[in-house]
């Protein structure tokens, strides 16, 4: 049994939802428009402001998809109401961002720059010199343009420069023992 999957999803004020066939979901809010196809063994049902996600049958892979259809739908709500964003930290001496129209440009310690541009989807913004925002309405795509900045120039071990997200923890080795320590 799916205790995620069982759970309605409320529909805010705003957001339209509607059901194609093929299980297509289009949802349009206030900050735009996300289209969908899931699994038909999945149904999703629009109900008295609530959307419902049921399974046909019992079937391993029908139990599986019950709870992530749920969750992709939230999602595709949510990100139409308020919209996803990651904050990304520079750290390193001389490491820094500066925005220039719609591109990002990173200095990040190599011999030249690292441009980075926004997509349709994706707008960026530098609200300090070590800080990068992106934001988006779409979860996965935030997800996957967020980590395609960091491996631009990964944290590193040991002094903990380069790029990471907010919040993630970098651990630290130990550097070389020296020139007096011996076995």
Known sequence: MSRIGLKPIAVPAGVEITVADGNVVTVKGPKGTLTKTFNPNISIAVENGEIKVSRHNDEQLSKSL??????????????????????LIIEGTGYRAAKQGKDVILNLGYSHQVVVSETDTISLDVPQPNQIVVKGIDKQEVGQFACEV?????PEPYKGKGIRYDGEVIVRKAGKAGKGAKK
């Open 150 to 154: 960091r491996a631009k120039r990964p």
């Open 66 to 87: 019950h709870g992530l259809t749920r969750t992709l739908v939230h999602n595709m709500v949510e990100g139409v109401v308020n919209g996803y964003q990651k904050l």
